[in-house]
């Protein structure tokens, strides 16, 4: 169970439950203190009874001095109940509260994880469809001789695989070089042809790639050409008739449209909706950039440094007040990731622990 039953939370349950401990405590305290009362005045008036009896009532006076020594001791018995009952309903509040904020923090956790997951089984299908794109006849075809019409039914063949595969936003490919010859979506974005993208860091990682049978994943970027669109881009090297260890002809390079995709992931995370809007839920580069928000601000603009003790998976509070629930991506099949992390960062329902406090 976590505390997230609505306005109603385990923490608010239980100490509603104390309180109502206490109050029937109290309640039962003060009965027999009203009972306590009754018997000292009781042995008070049997005192003078039997001071009015002299010497014959001397046998009651003792007995009525031992009923006045019960009843202050009952008294004593009744006070040291309730400062007990009240100081152990107060400890099971701070157990309760305790225990329900690391379930929650746990729970944040798993979901930084899952977040992280998804996106990394997405890529992960991103480094499959790149090697086996690179394969295509047409893709060789045209990277072992770049006339206009290999080059034009090269990008009429990557734009039959963009009308099946809605999460890319643009395929290139290209010659050893660096310069686009070909691209899905020519209409679209018909400055792309003749571009020089030697100088991208994912061409010169797929240039020194060892065989067909590996990938290049670059970090998330704005790609100018692609009219600043987000994308994360997947490269692999075109190889002499689609074989992996073939002589290399090209670098296929398949830019996935990140922004969207993302967008899904970090706002399809299962939060309950009065938690959902105090939470923010991130995914961070290696370098602590945020490369998605569930809240839409400070992509690719905002950096989110980790606690500096923070290790693969964790929580902290912040100095903000938040609590902070995270995870390192795990990868995914032959994915590694690169780095990336899950992020929760959650204000605690200022309301509910004014309440708390104030009980």
């Known amino acids: 169970m976590t505390e997230q039953t609505g306005d109603r939370s385990l923490g608010r349950i239980v100490g509603e439950a104390a309180d109502t401990l206490k109050d029937a405590a109290w309640a039962n305290i003060a009965a027999i203190r009203g009972v306590t009362g009754r018997m000292r005045l009781l042995a008070l008036n049997a005192m003078i009874e039997a001071a009015h009896a002299g010497d014959k009532g001397a046998g ?4 009525a001095q031992e009923v006045k020594e019960v009843a202050a001791g009952i008294e004593r018995l009744a006070a040291g109940l309730g400062d007990d009952v009240g100081a152990r309903a107060d400890e099971l509040r701070q157990a309760v509260a305790a225990l329900s904020a690391e379930a929650q923090a746990e729970r944040y956790i798993d979901l930084a994880l899952n977040a992280v997951e998804i996106i990394d089984r997405n890529l992960y299908e991103r480094t499959c469809d790149v090697r086996w794109w690179a394969t295509d006849s047409a893709m060789v075809d045209c ?22 595969y809605t999460v890319y936003i643009d395929l290139w490919l290209c010659d050893l070089s660096g310069r686009v010859i070909a691209n899905g979506r020519p209409d679209r974005f018909p400055g792309v042809i003749g571009q020089d993208v030697s100088s991208e860091r994912w061409f010169a990682a797929g240039r020194a790639l060892a065989s067909g049978e590996e990938f290049v994943a670059a970090d998330i970027q704005r790609a100018s050409a692609l009219n600043g669109a987000q994308v994360a881009t997947y490269a692999a090297q075109v190889r002499e008739n689609g074989d992996a260890h073939g002589r290399p002809l090209g670098l296929l390079a398949i830019h996935f449209d990140w922004e969207p995709q993302a967008r899904a992931v970090v706002q399809g995370v299962r939060l309950a909706p009065a938690e959902a809007a105090r939470s923010r839920v991130l995914l961070l580069d290696a370098r602590g950039r945020v490369i998605a928000a569930s809240d839409g601000r400070g992509a690719l603009q905002e950096t989110f440094p980790l ?20 995870h390192l991506t795990p990868g995914y099949e032959t994915y590694r990731g690169l780095g990336w992390y ?13 309440q708390r406090t104030a009980a």
């Open 307 to 326: 606690d500096a003790g923070a290790g693969p998976s964790g929580a902290y509070q912040a100095g903000n007040g938040r609590l902070v629930a995270y």
């Open 60 to 63: 009651f006076s003792v007995v």
């Open 143 to 164: 990277a072992q001789t770049p006339t206009t019409e290999s080059a034009a039914h090269a990008s009429r063949r990557l734009g039959v695989i963009l009308s099946s």
């Open 342 to 354: 899950g992020v929760i960062e959650h204000q605690p329902d200022r309301g509910a622990a004014a």
